[in-house]
């Protein structure tokens, strides 16, 4: 008899976990996907402007991960990888723009030397003294980022530093961001013996000319979205899973219509809140642990602006705590990636963990910040030529402390034939996407 396998949710989780089965149960089995959206891809995003195709979602990947890389060279598109042009990031703070600090991991210095100007100069000594202050560090332990830099390092340089970082991630901030899933090679070095923070993250930055940390697609994401739907060969189902039982040693899978599907493996690709709802009937356990992750919300607003509008040359910018601006960050995507065209391309993010900016602020409003955002940082009051608004609910799980326990026993508390992904497993970006994937169909499988 045809197997079956059902996945719900076709963001670039339940996509490429989809492909996976499709490799494992082989070219018979049949693969049902379930999305009420209007397109599959979730936040992989891709529309058009200023006649340019633009991702006004995620918008590019870690290139020093294997993961994407290997991807598109599995699906033929090695040749579309895109790099950036090189032009450096700032960090908005004190009311003016500041070059991110080099030498640093997810905006934690590796010296006191990298913030000369981002932070005063009682902060850069303090900094500077670090490892000669004793460290007390607990083997596999997970503090918050921003409760050790703070007790390392100060607080200016969370403020400044870290939290521009982390906020443009997770839309949180280094208050809430667990050690070991922003930084896992500077947690690594400190429970290898690390004696202090300052040697744990020289130990880990990247020696001689690394290379850019950041990749995109030429055409964007949509490439990617529709090679991996056309590999996989599944059915997809514009309507949300409502619910899922065991039947046997099967699944039952009950969609927005109300029709039934009988499913030999189950994939559940949701956001984690939608995901607890779905496991709370055939998996308690598992879906009060999901419940826990905490997750915010953001809004991107895309702007094509006057060609020639005199941005400076740079990517973007991040939003330091504290200032005095709605946007946390600024993305010049025509600087950052070169494109030409008839207009200037850029993007800014509102909304951050425990704010509902996302959720409530109208278009008007988001518009009017951005105007406001633009003068004050750039001095740019040109009116854009273009807009495009895309709202990401519930979409950035914050990888608290102790969130890598967390999803091993979430994951133990599945029963045999069903796998999670998502971006509240492996990691919020799509490298962590395809991993969470492929152990979930392998799940699935068996």
């Known amino acids: 008899m045809t197997q079956r396998f059902c996945v719900a949710g076709a963001g670039i989780s339940g996509l490429v976990a989809a492909y996976r089965i499709r490799a494992a149960a082989g070219p018979d089995a049949e693969i049902v996907l379930f999305d009420p959206a209007d397109r599959p891809g979730g936040v992989l995003r891709t529309e058009t402007l200023g006649g340019q195709p633009f991702d006004i979602g995620a918008e590019a990947f870690i290139v020093r991960r294997p993961e994407v890389p290997a991807l598109l060279a599995e699906l033929g598109l090695a040749n579309r990888q895109i790099s950036p042009t090189g032009v450096r990031t700032t960090i908005f703070s004190q009311g003016r723009l500041h070059p991110l600090p080099p030498g640093t991991v997810n905006g934690i210095p590796g010296s006191a ?26 083997h596999g332990s997970d503090p918050s980022v921003g409760a050790l830099v703070a007790d390392r390092f100060g607080a200016q340089v969370v403020a400044r530093s870290v939290d521009p970082m982390l906020s443009g991630v997770y839309a949180g901030s280094a208050a809430g961001i667990g050690l070991r899933s922003a ?39 949509q490439i990617l979205i529709d090679a991996v739907i056309a590999a996989a060969g599944a059915r997809l189902i514009h309507a949300p899973v409502t619910a899922i039982a065991t039947d046997g040693d099967r699944w039952s899978v009950t ?5 039934s599907w009988v499913a030999d493996g189950l994939v559940v690709a949701t956001p984690a809140p939608q995901a607890a709802a779905l496991l709370a009937g055939a998996a308690p356990r598992a879906a009060e642990l999901a419940a826990r992750v905490q997750v915010a919300s953001a809004a991107v607003l ?24 709605r946007s946390k960050a600024i993305t010049l995507s025509s600087r950052k990636w070169g494109r030409g065209g008839e207009a200037e391309l850029l993007r800014l993010s ?23 955002d633009l003068a004050a940082v750039f001095g740019i009051t040109a009116e854009p030529q273009e807009m495009l608004l895309h709202r990401w609910i519930d979409a950035l799980p914050q990888y608290g402390p102790g969130h890598g326990e967390l999803t091993a026993r979430l994951r133990r508390a599945l ?21 969470a994937a492929g152990r979930a169909a392998a799940a699935a499988v068996g």
Not at 116 to 136: F, I, N, S, W, Y
Not at 194 to 218: E, H, K, Q, Y
Not at 255 to 259: A, F, P, T, V, Y
């Open 255 to 259: 969609d927005g219509s109300g029709r």
């Open 302 to 325: 895309a702007l094509a602006m006057p060609p020639g509008t005199p941005f400076p040359p740079q990517s973007g910018v991040l939003v330091a705590s504290g200032e005095n601006l």
């Open 350 to 372: 509102f909304g951050r963990f425990e704010d509902d900016l996302a959720r409530t602020a109208t278009e008007e409003t988001l518009l009017r910040w951005a105007a406001e």
């Open 415 to 435: 029963p045999e034939g069903l796998g999670l992904a998502g971006n509240y497993l492996d990691g919020v970006g799509v490298p962590g996407c395809l991993v």
């Open 183 to 221: 930084v896992p090679a500077v947690a690594s070095a400190l429970d290898a013996g690390a004696p202090n923070l300052t040697a744990a993250v020289r130990s880990v930055l990247p020696g001689g000319n690394p290379g850019p940390v950041f990749g995109a697609i030429d055409g964007g994401y």
């Open 113 to 138: 030397a990298s913030l000369a100007g981002l932070v005063d100069t009682a902060t850069r000594e303090h900094v500077a003294a670090e490892p000669a202050r004793l460290m007390h560090w607990l």
